[in-house]
């Protein structure tokens, strides 16, 4: 190809570039296709190179133009045409990618590859900036009103691109339906003090306002935005967590604890709840035994004959074992373990003047 346009003349090469786009852009109904947006761009790109060439070619030989004014004059402008749609086409091209690439990019599963995603992004966001300036100058030379209305398109194009950047959503969702874990919001929660990540709380649900007073409590209200659509993932949220208990766990453990416990008392209610539930249990210290069934990862979910030999090593360590999170499945309570599965369910942590803080 690079020899067969080299010995092209210019009037040649902007019929091949202006054919070229003429095809393509005849052809965009098919673009959702399979492999067919990989094709246009390229086609694209070979429609501007060999516009550019043909404005190229008669630039050197401008000094021959005189043997055939018309033929000149009518290369050139075929050229810039071809280089005002050809562009104006590249820019919406970039602007559909840079949409598309932002999906993902806003849900990658580390902070690391999110970040990465929207440097692509802006990237492509460039490209349909330059596009909209090249297809503007293009314009400018023709001076017409065709041009300049498909200029305007390019410059649409690439504003919405931009937008698109401006309007990253940097926040993460601490979610205050029922349905949802809490312990996600806690997650959320240790992430914005340890690494101070913004927050947005889900609207109009039964624990906005738990979530609301409880972020407040941990003095993490500086930290709350308003909600809005395509937060980041939540599921960078525990890496966020253990990176700063990798730097100092100590440092880490003394930051939560001061945010999420202070020194205010726990509430009478809660201790008047769990003691009714301690009632006969020795005063030794306990071990929390986390008891999970869920849709989400299911084999991570608890198994009957593993609850039962952690609680059995838990009691023979001279320890308490409480069972917490969900009902358990598939027998009895085991022996010796103090139930208070289910715990946020009790009406005394689904009130909307509990503090989520108190909801352990």
Known sequence: MPDLVASLDAHALERAAAVILADELAQTADLHLPGCRDRHRGRIEQAIDLANRALAVTEQKGGDAGKDTGKHTATI???RSTLVKAHAARARDARHGAGQLSLGAQRAPTCEACD?????????????ETSAFAAARMAAELDNKSAWNIARLA??????????????????????????????????????VLAGVAIQIEPGKPQTPQAERFLCDAGLGSRLVPYRSRPRANKHLPEIVARAFREDALFAQRKLRAAFLGDAPILQTVVDWTER????VSTDRK?????????HHPT?????????????RVLAASLVPVLVGDRVRDGEVPSGTVDMTLFWKEPIFQGADSSSSSNI
């Not at 990465?116 to 349909?128: F, K, N, S």
């Not at 539930?277 to 006969?280: I, K, Q, S």
């Not at 071990?287 to 849709?295: D, F, I, M, S």
């Open 77 to 79: 402008a075929g050229a």
């Open 116 to 128: 990465d995603g929207w440097r692509r992004v802006e990237e492509i966001v460039a490209v349909a």
């Open 300 to 312: 991570r979910n608890t198994t009957y004959p593993e609850l039962v030999e952690l609680a059995r």
């Open 277 to 280: 539930r301690l009632v006969g």
């Open 287 to 295: 071990v929390l035994l986390w008891v999970r069934y869920g849709a």
């Open 155 to 192: 410059q649409a194009a690439a504003r919405d691109a931009r937008r698109i950047v401006h309007e990253r959503n940097h926040a993460y969702t601490f979610h205050a339906d029922p349905g949802f874990s809490f312990g996600e919001g806690w997650y959320l929660a240790a992430a914005a």
